[in-house]
């Protein structure tokens, strides 16, 4: 079987008569969802008609969402970065000190042939050469050594979040104290004269109050008087 269609929410139309700064009043008609999203509509328009008209659309969205919704704090605190973990202390033992190197001591000269005595020559310098290009040491790693660099690793690591959270923040609150200004221009400005919604049911517009009321929680349930 196929599924059915989900409904599609139903579009009121909304009556708003309003006046910016006590100038003569505006009318305008708006479908919305809801009073909320009809006094969001509204200023979109009136944000033109003041000295915010260069608001960046996501501050522009976050004024208008705090207009609407007067009661609740729609500006919400920014998530900050957590900092990594502390590495535990350790115990690492004292690193073994490093071999000396073999002297090897040069025998007393003797009188030999001289063939003998080129051979060792020739030995000699080979010997010299092969000394002069020495095999590197193995070099061990240091416990103590890599434990240090790991802690000044997350320092850093540590360094860096904290500047961006500083960031983060001074962006939330420049945000908060932008739109707190436009909000504070609104309400000396704007006079909503009618806020109106029309019922189709019964073909007549309906009063709105201005500001919305707070919304409250659900009651709960009363208990069915019929149970005994």
């Known amino acids: 079987m196929k599924r059915k269609k989900e409904r599609e929410p139903e579009l009121l139309q909304y009556r708003i008569e309003y006046s910016i700064d006590d100038d003569f009043p505006t009318e305008r008609f708006f479908m919305s ?26 501050e522009l969205d976050l004024f208008t969402q705090a207009f609407s919704n007067p009661d609740i704090d729609t500006l ?22 490093e071999p000396e190197p073999v002297k090897i001591e040069e025998g007393e000269n003797t009188k030999d042939d001289p063939d003998d005595e080129a051979a060792e020559d020739f030995f000699n310098s080979t010997f010299q050469q092969e000394e002069q290009t020495p095999t590197p040491p193995e070099v061990k790693p240091d416990p103590a050594a890599e434990h240090r660099k790991k802690q000044e690793e997350r320092l850093e690591e540590i360094a860096l979040i904290q500047s961006k959270n500083e960031a983060r923040l001074q962006e939330f609150e420049n945000l908060r104290g932008k739109v707190g200004q436009v909000l504070e221009w609104f309400e000396a400005k704007l006079s909503i004269l009618t806020f109106e919604e029309y019922n ?24 069915d008087s019929s149970d005994p």
């Open 76 to 97: 919400e605190r920014p998530d900050l970065l957590p900092v990594p973990d502390p590495i535990p202390d350790e115990d690492f033992p004292e690193p073994e000190p």
């Open 200 to 223: 189709r049911w019964i073909d007549k517009w309906i009063s709105l109050e201005y500001p919305l009321p707070k919304e409250e929680d659900d009651p709960e349930a009363e208990p």
């Open 33 to 58: 969802l809801n009073p909320k999203d009809a006094l969001s509509q509204l200023c979109h328009i009136c944000i033109k008609s003041s000295p915010f008209d260069d608001l960046k659309q996501g």
